[in-house]
């Protein structure tokens, strides 16, 4: 079974460590999405930006954000549409957070 984010033990057979690293291909689905109009503080000069929910190949779901698509123009048709993990980027922390944290980037394959 595969997890993310990591985990110390498996949550099935309680096993502690020598858990194997399992690089993921970064390929999924996507099964839901959010266009974020109002974002904390620190955010405000990226809004807005498209955050989905997708279902990766092995089988975790990840959040991350969907680049090369404006926001205004999203719509359910994204829903069950393919992506590839593009890299990931950092944010900022801001005043409820404890600090800053980073989110993967995904992109529709062609």
Not at 30 to 39: D, N
Not at 54 to 66: A, S
Request: some cysteine; overall charge positive; charged content about 25%.
């Amino acid at each position: 079974t595969y997890y993310f984010p990591p985990r110390p033990v498996c949550p099935n057979c309680r096993r502690k460590g020598n858990l194997e690293e399992y690089r993921f291909k970064g390929l999924g689905k996507i099964h839901t999405f959010a266009i974020v109009r109002q974002a904390p503080e620190e955010f405000k000069r990226q809004v807005p930006y498209v955050i989905a929910q997708v279902e990766l190949d092995e089988g975790p779901w990840i959040m991350g954000n969907l680049t090369g698509i404006d926001p205004a123009a999203a719509s359910m048709e994204l829903i069950g549409k393919r992506v590839k993990m593009v890299g990931s980027a950092v944010f900022p922390g801001d005043k409820y957070s404890a600090g800053e944290g980073a989110r993967p980037l995904f992109s529709l394959v062609a």
